[in-house]
């Protein structure tokens, strides 16, 4: 027995001795539950198992977390699409039932990644709100202006109050947003609460991939990262299918619980190990990390890694150095340019003429039944995705995605043009809706999920939150562009010089991406980093 207890206490030693840094404070050494001389000095959740096969880590809080912080995903997308079924519940009768084209442009609404169109009126419900063309126009584009002014500010908000608090922080303007919408009795109040929503929505597409990347192990970063769009399809399906069946003030009430709960649960999730530790915060992080990957983890080893690659950087890295930096550089290029092949991949036009194609195929589906089609397709597509990212890698998803995409696009653009020309393509009404189907498959694998799992890789801790914001900033310019220009480019240059274009763009990025893209599938953020600086 006394033997024994020799062994755990030499074990016991041998583990604070492990946790012990190189570097000194006040001129003695410090371990990792000293450094910030708090009470958490000893711990006993500091201390690491010792390499005896021990060593494991747990990834069902990790999931947790990510889970958590994308009900901001959630949020965001039940704003995007609320206004699919809502704007023909408020509008005026008379401007209700208009299917011309410029008419369904102007009253669209951009999901990030879709334009939703209602072309046909819903069951009339009683409505003290009865909106103008011209109001419902502003309510729709609020919240990508808002989106746009929101996600800026989160960058450098991120960096000094911490991602958690952030995500909290940047929920509540969702919760107030909600609030004026439900029990909004005029137009201003709509607008208040679209633009309300939008600063958040812009926030939680900065904020919400930061906080996943740096909490998760590398072995499933891909697959977490996937999470932030998945559960924004989710939202959209949700708002389809509820928004068919109650009325616009009663589906605002239930959207407000989602970031009700998303508050709660960030309450109770830790701040991500790098910023404490790049705060200096050694055993926080260090407790964040345990918390996060288990007790069993081997928490001295990722503290020290995550402080080699900020020991890299510069702490407090101003807004050129993401210019004059080679490496942040090179990641912001390619995170700007994947969020515009995102968007100019041809998803707008696609969604727009989905009532359409659905109609060439022979089908008498309701415009909110292929909406609720379209929806379902896109949140299996975006899980299968995430359970092929780190398989398949992220090169490969995207390479397939804009190359079956590129097809797709090009022979929607031929059956256009015989259309338009007056050739009979009655026997072939099956062959859009096939490519339509294809595309959002190839979509949702690809340029859906992973721009925004990128986004959250190529950049270091020191210029990761600045970068971010401004890829979102760049996503949402490209959202405003492409859908105010759509309907000039349906009447100037026909559907089908419109689909080549976007087919065009897919080409342009199919190439981009074989020749300029390295794999980051499995690779740590300093050998990312390498890459992209050219060692």
């Known amino acids: 027995m006394d033997s024994d207890k020799v062994v755990r206490a030499m074990a016991r030693w041998w583990q604070v001795k492990g946790n012990t840094r190189t570097s000194f404070k006040n001129g003695k050494t410090i371990t990792v539950s000293q450094e910030d001389t708090d009470v958490t000095s000893h711990n006993p959740m500091l201390y690491d198992p010792l390499q005896d096969g021990n060593v494991r880590t747990s990834k069902t809080r990790q999931y947790l977390a990510a889970l958590v912080v994308c009900l901001g995903a959630v949020a965001a997308g039940t704003a995007l699409a609320w206004t699919s079924p809502v704007l023909p519940q408020i509008s005026i009768a008379e401007n209700a039932t208009s299917v011309n084209v410029t008419h369904a442009i ?101 904020v919400a991939p930061m906080y996943i990347s740096e909490i998760a192990e590398t072995s499933i970063r891909g697959t977490l990262g996937t999470l932030f769009q998945l559960l924004l399809t989710m939202g959209i399906l949700f708002v389809y299918i509820v928004g068919s069946l109650v009325s616009w003030s009663t589906l605002s009430m239930m959207c407000l619980v989602v970031p009700i709960l998303l508050f709660v649960g960030m309450l109770m999730l830790p701040e991500t190990p790098v910023y404490l530790l790049k705060k200096g915060r050694r055993a926080d992080a260090a407790l964040s990390l345990k918390w996060l990957w288990g007790k069993y983890c081997d928490s001295r080893s ?25 490496g942040a550089r090179k ?86 043009d015989m259309k338009d020309s007056g050739k009979d393509v009655a026997h072939i009404g099956w062959l859009p809706l096939l490519c339509m189907v294809l595309f959002i498959i190839s979509f949702s694998v690809g340029y859906g999920p992973i721009p925004w799992l990128m986004m959250g890789e190529l950049f270091m801790p020191d210029v990761k939150a600045t970068a971010a914001a401004l890829s979102v900033m760049a996503n949402w310019l490209c959202v405003f562009v492409v859908t105010k220009c759509f309907g000039v480019m349906i009447e100037s240059w026909g559907s089908d010089f419109t689909f080549w274009f976007f087919a065009g763009c897919m080409a342009l990025a199919t190439i981009y991406v074989a020749l300029a893209l390295v794999e980051t599938k499995g690779k740590s953020a300093s050998e990312i980093q390498s890459w992209l600086s050219g060692r």
């Open 106 to 206: 102007a009253n669209t609404t951009t999901v990030n990644n879709a334009t939703i169109v209602t072309t046909t009126q819903p069951p009339q419900v009683d409505s003290h709100l009865k909106l103008t063309v011209d109001e419902q126009s502003w309510v729709s584009s609020l919240l990508a202006i808002g989106a746009f002014l929101g996600a800026l500010p989160t960058g450098y908000i991120a960096d000094a109050i911490g991602r958690r608090y952030t995500a909290l922080a940047m929920d509540v303007p969702f919760i107030l947003a909600w609030l004026s919408i439900s029990f909004a009795n005029s137009a201003g109040w709509l607008y208040f609460g679209r633009f309300l929503i939008g600063i958040s929505t812009g926030s939680f597409c900065v």
């Open 302 to 326: 990722a503290i020290q890694v995550i402080q080699n690659d900020l020991d890299q950087t510069s702490a407090d890295a101003s807004f050129m150095d993401l210019f004059s930096n080679r």
């Open 331 to 416: 990641g912001l290029i390619i995170s700007m340019l994947l969020m515009f092949f995102q968007q100019f991949s041809g998803i707008n036009a696609v969604i727009f003429y989905t009532q359409f194609i659905f109609e060439s195929a022979g089908s008498s589906l309701s415009a909110s039944i292929s909406s609720i089609i379209v929806g379902v397709v896109q949140v299996i597509m975006t899980l299968t995705s995430s359970l092929l990212i780190e398989r398949a890698g992220r090169k490969i998803l995207l390479l397939f995605s804009s190359t079956v995409m590129t097809i797709c696009l090009a022979i929607l653009g031929a059956y256009f």
